[in-house]
């Protein structure tokens, strides 16, 4: 059966399609010109009138048009064939990523539990397996809001109106709350102008920061060093988002925030389904800015920039 998925495979079916037209463009060509000499032969033998002044092109150029129409048709469907090739193992990538996101906090919470049910822990151990098992609805909470803001995202079909609210102390106070929760030897710093207003949706607003924190802390081999800066530019502010991490190849720079997508490199394995990022851009653009990253390779991490316009 093998062999028989070789057959089917899109590339080579293409591949296989272009012999096959241009054989038969060789052929139709063949078989034309064979049938117009004995047609011109037949007409000067029964009666010179029939025979035309010369060879028919038209007749000839509206077989190749036809031809070149039914390869066009091929071509298109053929695209179509790959695109849908390619959404369903990203389908089947995504779906084995979420399954695993949700099984691994699920499935610590489960032993924690039990193993307080079997073993009855010390005070200060259970106090251990309580933090953990927060730490994991947390986790589970953050790819559950994740996903139904990327669904609520792709849904929305216009702009809604938004609250004018003080986005510098609400940038100042989500990431305080993070500060806490930053790995050993972790460092924060915050460099906020106050009193910067701007529309926006809180929630959405504090999904996008909380993944963009996210994203800075995964990717931040040991302590995370993280720099945090919003300020004016003219009617704008500037919301930079700064790591000193692993960084982003060039080649990964323009697509990081499609949806799904991952950089992944051999030997890596950091989890995350491919939605932060996403999301953030999505946001972002729904407010009226602009997201932009920068970096200049691996292991010299990356700036995330976002531009939002200031409430009037």
């Not at 102008?193 to 929630?203: F, G, I, N, T």
């Not at 960084?247 to 490199?265: N, S, W």
Request: aromatic share 8%; glycine share 6%.
């Amino acid at each position: 059966m093998k062999w028989l998925k070789k057959i089917f495979d899109p590339l080579i079916a293409f591949i296989g399609i272009q012999i096959i037209w241009i054989l038969v463009v060789v052929f139709w060509i063949l078989w034309f010109v064979a049938r117009h000499k004995e047609l011109r032969e037949l007409a000067r033998r029964y009666h010179s009138d029939l025979s035309g002044p010369g060879f028919n092109w038209a007749v000839l150029t509206v077989g190749l048009v036809l031809l070149v129409l039914i390869l066009a048709g091929i071509y298109i469907i053929f695209i179509y064939w790959r695109r849908q090739t390619k959404l369903y193992r990203e389908q089947k990538d995504v779906i084995s990523q979420v399954t695993h996101e949700l099984k691994s906090p699920l499935a610590s919470i489960q032993l924690h539990l039990e193993t307080i049910r079997l073993r009855k822990p010390a005070p200060d151990k259970l106090e251990r397996f309580l933090d953990t098992m927060l730490a994991d609805t947390d986790r589970l909470n953050n790819l559950i809001s994740n996903l139904l803001m990327a669904a609520k995202l792709e849904q929305r079909r216009r702009r809604a109106q938004y609250p004018v609210i003080d986005f510098s102390a609400f940038v100042a106070a989500s990431m305080e709350a993070k500060r806490a929760k930053l790995p050993e030897g972790g460092n924060l710093n915050l460099q906020i102008e106050p009193e910067l207003r701007l529309a926006a949706d809180v929630e959405e607003m504090q999904t996008a920061l909380r993944n963009l924190y996210e994203n800075a802390v995964l990717y931040s081999p040991g302590a995370p060093d993280i720099r945090v800066e919003l300020k004016r530019t003219g009617r704008h502010c500037q919301l930079t988002f700064q790591d000193r991490g692993m960084g982003i190849d060039a080649a990964d720079l323009k697509q990081v925030f499609t949806m799904f997508y991952r950089v992944r490199q051999p030997g890596e394995n950091i989890r995350g389904t491919g939605l932060g990022l996403h999301i953030v851009k999505s946001v972002i653009e729904e407010h009226g800015g602009k997201v932009r990253v920068e970096s200049e390779g691996r292991g010299k991490g990356c700036t995330f920039i976002i531009t939002l316009p200031l409430a009037a």
